[in-house]
């Protein structure tokens, strides 16, 4: 069984499109993430809920809007993409806060978005 | 100053090498630290927590030094399969309920036969 599932896989798309890229995971864990790993392979956060609740919003253009309607599922929606878009993004999702210690994160497979 | 540093590589070992990475972190207030493992095209998974005293997974030793704040790890007689990128992860709690996972940029390892 998939533990931290994300679709699509891929994802081709023209610049000022609106994309939605969703997430499941079925581990009963309270706490979910989205990361982009870009080009050079830096992995950063963008936001991060919590039973539901927005607990980590890192500064990420308001194009991006993440949607959690209920603790296994959080997705991710962009508008009007662009060019720097471009990236693998991961979904995550971890049984407690990311302020508790020792509190492993198991990560989706990613979805590679590329923006033409 | 970064907050989680790692020197990218990328390290070229041959099979049964031992080789280790180092990776430093900033902020003195961290609590816990990890050693992620990404391959290519794939999804960073947990290699091993780091924990104060050092610990040891069979060919895999971790060892954190809170004083010089730096993170190692050990890779014993290298395998092919070894190949992938190390992430060092700490975490960062900003007082409450409110901290982050930062992700170091991973240090490439390659072993050859």
């Known amino acids: 069984d998939t533990a931290v599932s994300q679709t699509p896989k891929y994802l081709v798309t023209q610049m000022g499109n609106d994309k939605s890229i969703k997430c499941e995971q079925n581990?009963?864990?309270?706490?979910m993430y989205w990361y982009k790993q870009d080009s050079k392979k830096f992995l950063k956060i963008m936001f991060s809920?919590?039973?539901?609740?927005?607990?980590i919003n890192e500064t990420v253009p308001n194009r991006f809007s993440p949607k959690s309607p209920d603790k296994a599922h959080l997705n991710l929606h962009i508008n009007s993409l662009e060019l720097g878009d471009s990236a693998v993004y991961f979904c995550?999702?971890?049984?407690?806060?990311?302020?508790?210690?020792?509190?492993?994160?198991?990560f989706g497979p990613g979805t590679r978005l590329t923006v033409l | 100053r970064k907050e989680v540093e790692q020197d990218p590589g990328p390290f070229n070992v041959p099979e049964g090498a031992t080789v280790a990475f180092n990776c430093t972190y900033s902020?003195?207030?961290?609590?816990?630290f990890f050693w992620y493992r990404q391959d290519c095209r794939k999804e960073p998974k947990l290699l091993m927590s780091v924990y104060s005293s050092g610990n040891e997974d069979g060919r895999f030793t971790a060892q954190l030094n809170r004083a010089s704040q730096y993170i190692s790890l050990l890779i014993r007689d290298s395998k092919l399969s070894d190949s992938a990128t190390y992430l060092c992860?700490?975490?960062?709690?900003?007082?409450?309920?409110?901290?982050?996972?930062?992700f170091g940029k991973g240090t490439k390892l390659s072993v050859k036969p």
């Open positions: 809920y919590n039973n539901k609740e927005l607990i």
């Open positions: 581990l009963g864990h309270d706490t």
């Open positions: 902020n003195s207030a961290s609590q816990s």
């Open positions: 992860v700490v975490n960062y709690n900003y007082g409450g309920s409110q901290g982050n996972l930062i």
């Open positions: 995550a999702s971890s049984q407690d806060r990311p302020s508790r210690s020792y509190n492993e994160q198991f």
